[in-house]
């Protein structure tokens, strides 16, 4: 992890990573240009002796470009924008690509509850794996999760992955993620969600294939 960067360890969070880029470029392109602007003419223009000041309408054409043209600039940096912005949208919360595996994400006052599927890649049967509060997963699997919450609004963040997906009471949500890189990693909560909410805090263990399958065997349940 760098000084201000989170590490970046799904398949997508390089693309979030150059959304956020590309706006902080563009709107801080305007914002130094402008205030560039502000304080060239506050000089060229200030008081003067022997200079009266001029009241300027606005109606001349040559004085209505000063607001049209870059007017007409920031659309299309607009424009920009909201395709950019629209793509990463639409690749991580509307198009679910094909699953390796599905676990449930549960939210309740204050914990995290995953469940995983266990060897017989289902949910639902007799040796699904419930952890509390540690989600276990294998690096370069893509994982569908089924979100929900029991009581109130939590928020599942894992910042490593640039995922944030609000757990709403009643619904199930279905997203995914594909973890690219091993470590530990922080699963907050994200949504205020009553006193406790500063302590809902889980832990995300992202392993190889060697681990993960150890993991797997030492957790599924006896027959």
């Known amino acids: 992890m760098t000084d201000w960067i989170p590490i970046s360890a799904s398949s997508f969070s390089g693309d979030v990573d150059f959304l956020i880029l590309l706006i902080a470029l563009i709107v801080g392109f305007w914002f130094l240009l402008a205030e560039f602007a502000l304080f060239y003419f506050m000089v060229k223009f200030r008081k003067k002796d022997g200079i009266a000041a001029a009241y300027i309408t606005g109606e001349r054409k040559v004085e209505k470009r000063w607001i049209s043209i870059p007017h007409l600039l920031i659309i299309v940096c607009d424009i920009v924008i909201l395709t950019f912005s629209f793509r990463v949208w639409s690749a991580i919360k509307q198009d679910l690509p094909p699953a390796d595996e599905t676990i449930q994400v549960i939210g309740q006052q204050w914990a995290w509850r995953f469940v995983h599927p266990g060897a017989d890649q289902h949910l639902g049967t007799a040796d699904d794996i419930e952890t509390v509060d540690e989600l276990y997963l294998r690096v370069g699997t893509l994982y569908h999760f089924q979100l929900e919450a029991t009581d109130v609004l939590h928020s599942l963040w894992i910042p490593a ?61 006896s027959p």
């Open 161 to 221: 992955f640039r995922l944030k997906q609000d757990a709403v009471p009643g619904r199930v949500i279905t997203g995914w993620f594909k973890p690219t890189q091993t470590g530990t990693f922080d699963i907050p909560c994200a949504e205020m969600c009553g006193i406790g909410h500063g302590i809902m805090k889980g832990q995300l263990v992202v392993q190889s294939a060697a681990d993960y399958q150890q993991w797997l065997q030492q957790r599924t349940p």
